[in-house]
DNA sequence: GAAAATAGTTGAACAAGTTCAACTTGATGA
DNA sequence: TCATCAAGTTGAACTTGTTCAACTATTTTC
């Protein structure tokens, strides 16, 4: 039963028959990442996307300083991808890391390809998908503008507790841009 | 000839036939907006999307202290879509203004919903899209939390130097997250 | 279970960016 | 064409967040 929660995944964003469903979960093969094991590194070429079926993983980049900083953290239910790799095989900017030991199915590159091919229904699941995504990032940045590190931070913690518990403040830090340090001085004040 | 301009910029996306092309344009209409004008302010519902032809637009929010904060310019050759509105009817939280006068082919809800049925295709048009402006976002958001203002402003002004040059510092602040006079301190030390 | 590495705390000095207010310049419109 | 209104400039005081360094607590690892 692994694929019931990419199942339900699916249907909270298209509407979609049971074949096509059973389809789609054909291609993805579920793996095992230990804590601390890389999907993906900066510089090598994302050839999977990913599910999460259970643990976390932490997606992040590191600047010319030397600084992590987080694109996203995905947990159970979450989708996993460099979408910018992935789409035209260029060398990734990001890495992509397990935050404990996880289980989460994948798919490759030929695998994808063909699945838009043979279930139509597929572009438009991503459609969605991304459309969604696009709004989240939007907002993101906004609150990113408009809010200060404080706001930022008990937004995060109280918008995802579950995946605020697993991380170190600093790997928060990292995902809201801000120092460790500074991090610590806000919570304590709070 | 409006409908060029977008079938060359589609087929800057995916790979499509001209008799697609020609049943997408036919989907959309042209329309003149003048300067200062609003296609969109923040509590209505959107109900068109739409493709600049010539001009510029604004996109922005206005937060609880009154601040405005600029999600994107829109000049020719790109899309303007309030995508949360559109897809889940609800309120919009963007303002869509108009900098000059513009011309922009637009397309309503219903005859979008009707395009993506008619031409399958259509899901793979703004799956690409979404993807690649879900990358561009990414991105950005990265910008913000490793360069410093003065750099965020020299990559606005270099990379999109055509659009810089139609917008006042007031604009350009409110896209770069930061008051108007401290873009005005940072232009006179460079 | 000891040693080593990593995470978190704290303080002082500093840099980046804001706020407010007063002023100058430029655009716009009756 | 004069008056008005919005855009841009500048300075001083202030707030937010950084840096670096020294320290403590907590995990990891052998």
Redesign the interface.
Known sequence: MPYDLLKLNIQKNIQISEKDLDTISSYFKPHLIKKKDFLLTQGSIYKFEGFVLEGCFRVF?I?K?G?E?T?YFAAKDWWLMD??SF?NQTPSNLNIQALEDSKILLINRADKLAL?ESV?IV??L???M??????A??R???R???ETAKERYHYFATTYPNIASKLTDKQIASYL?ITHEFLSKIKKQS
């Open positions: 980049t600047d300083k600084n900083n694109l979408i910018d789409m838009y139509p572009e438009k991503f459609r969605v991304s459309q969604k995504a696009l709004v990032w939007q993101r940045l906004i990113n503008h408009c841009g």
